[in-house]
């Protein structure tokens, strides 16, 4: 299969930093699909209804949706450290 896409594609043209985060990007939503199918099984198991649970994901990919607006800002002003360290140390106290 992969043979028949060399045909389609010129792999050499693209540049390396894209290649890296696309496989970012697809480890990443593999991350993300499974957190979702343990959130929903955790929280059907805890007895929320079907309606909530949708809400709590959706609520999950909005905020990753809004921050966007606005991280690049936030970047220019505090550094990649320090804005990894305090998201990881809010999602640590929310989680």
Do not use: W
Request: proline share 1%; aromatic share 16%; with cysteine.
């Amino acid at each position: 299969m992969f043979s028949k896409i060399r045909h389609y594609v010129d792999f050499k043209s693209i540049s390396p930093s894209i290649k890296y985060l696309s496989i970012l990007a697809l480890f990443t939503g593999i991350g993300l699909g499974y957190f979702f199918t343990v959130i929903v099984i955790l929280t059907k198991l805890k007895g929320y209804n079907e309606g909530t649970i949708g809400i709590i994901a959706a609520s999950f990919s909005l905020g990753l949706m809004f921050a966007g607006f606005f991280v690049s800002k936030v970047l220019e002003k505090i550094g990649l450290y320090l804005t990894l360290f305090i998201s990881i140390t809010i999602q640590t106290i929310c989680v």
